[in-house]
């Protein structure tokens, strides 16, 4: 009954998170929707409360991760035990999968009326300002690091009781409003992954791609940016400086070399594209 229960709780904190997250994007982004226009402010707020009160809702019968990324991230320091982690998951994805069908119901008359296809994917999926896979590998993972080594430092903390996912959501603000302009801040693979599947096999009118091209990016991204921040918090806060720590850092810091590489690159071919013409 207790793994039931945990199940059921990850999958409709999911859910909720979903829909309110999701719903957000969905009322500033499709047409004739009288939150048009709204912006990316109005999107980081509603997010940084729709984690807020996913928590509120299941966090008394499970820890409310609500995002992969932390299960894994808590579990690979040994905080939460590995053999939940398939289950917490797969909870996680199919609430996601269910929230962006509440959403995609919640907005019927609006994807006849939206041609661009890419903003109808935007309701359910994240995608980059700028499409530089290894680039936004990074933003992804950074935004990750923060959110695991915040809710770390919040849980160091002592709160009034039932204001920690206030914090929390606060916390996702913060993320989505300094961070997230790069790539829509994922930092969830469930977040991604199940309402991309749900847009790939709902009948949305005029939907096209659902860009499986660029799915690894909000899924690898944030799962390695979980697990570094949460090594990383281990290390400089308790002392414990393991071997996957390191490996991890030098990882991570042959990642950031190659993408200011590419960058580098690709502005010089520009500069010499310029001047030739």
Known sequence: MVAESEFLAEL?????????GGGVVGGVTLKSSKAEGSGWVVITIAWGLAVAFGVYAVGNYSPAHINPAVTIGFASIGEFP??????????Q????????AVVF??????????????????????????RSPLANLLSEMVGTFV?????????????????????VG??????????GGAT??????????GPRIAHALLPIPGKGSSDWEYAWVPIVGPILGGIYGAFF???????????????????????????VSMETKGERSAKINNHNA
């Open 12 to 20: 409709i904190g999911t859910m909720i998170l979903i829909i309110l």
């Open 82 to 91: 590995w053999s939940k982690v398939p289950m917490y998951v797969t909870a």
């Open 93 to 100: 994805i199919i609430g996601a999968i269910i929230g962006a």
């Open 105 to 130: 119901i919640n907005y019927l008359p609006h994807w006849r009326k939206t041609k661009d296809q890419a903003t109808k994917l935007g309701v359910f999926a994240t995608g980059p300002a700028i």
């Open 147 to 167: 959110l695991v080594l915040g809710l770390l430092f919040i849980g160091a903390n002592e709160f009034t009781e039932g204001l920690n996912p206030i914090i």
């Open 170 to 179: 606060v916390l996702i603000i913060a993320i989505g409003m300094s961070l």
């Open 184 to 193: 829509g801040y994922a930092i969830n693979p469930a977040r991604d992954l």
């Open 233 to 259: 918090y281990d290390a400089l806060f308790i002392g414990e400086f393991t071997a996957v720590f390191w490996i991890l850092s030098v990882v991570i810091a042959l990642l950031i070399i190659g993408a």
